[in-house]
């Protein structure tokens, strides 16, 4: 377990920056990409949401656009920025419609599934 003293670090080995605020995001919903053993999902990707890329998660059993307030989840839009699991954002890739990502604010761990040039691509 992380120690509240450790910082999170991004995948360019820096201090983690804060992904959203507005949209609230993070599994922790502190607007971090933070993570830890009870997130199972591995909510790590800071993405910025396009029109593509919810039809695509919607159309693979993930609707990100309808709100949830009893997951404090506001339902998302293009152009917000959201914590996404690794995984999806690894499986929307490879089908051609992963969404722009900010590296200062992806956790290092996801250089455990997505490489860093691959991940570097994507970059705003």
Not at 6 to 17: A, D, H, I, K, M
Not at 52 to 74: A, I, K
Not at 89 to 98: D, H, R, V
Request: net charge negative; glycine share 8%; charged share 20%.
């Amino acid at each position: 377990m992380s120690s509240s003293l450790e910082v999170s670090r991004n995948v360019l080995g820096e201090p983690l920056v804060a992904c959203s605020f507005e949209p609230l995001t993070g599994f922790y919903r502190d607007g971090c990409c933070k993570t830890g053993p009870e997130d199972v999902g591995s909510h790590l990707v800071c993405a910025i949401m396009t029109d593509d890329f919810l039809l695509f998660s919607q159309q693979v059993g993930n609707d990100l656009s309808t709100p949830r307030p009893q997951w404090r989840f506001p339902g998302l839009v293009a152009g917000d920025q959201w914590c996404l699991c690794i995984d999806r954002w690894k499986e929307s890739f490879y089908a051609g419609c992963a969404p722009k990502i900010k590296l200062e604010s992806t956790h290092i761990n996801a250089l455990k599934v997505v490489e860093l040039d691959i991940l570097k691509l994507y970059a705003v």
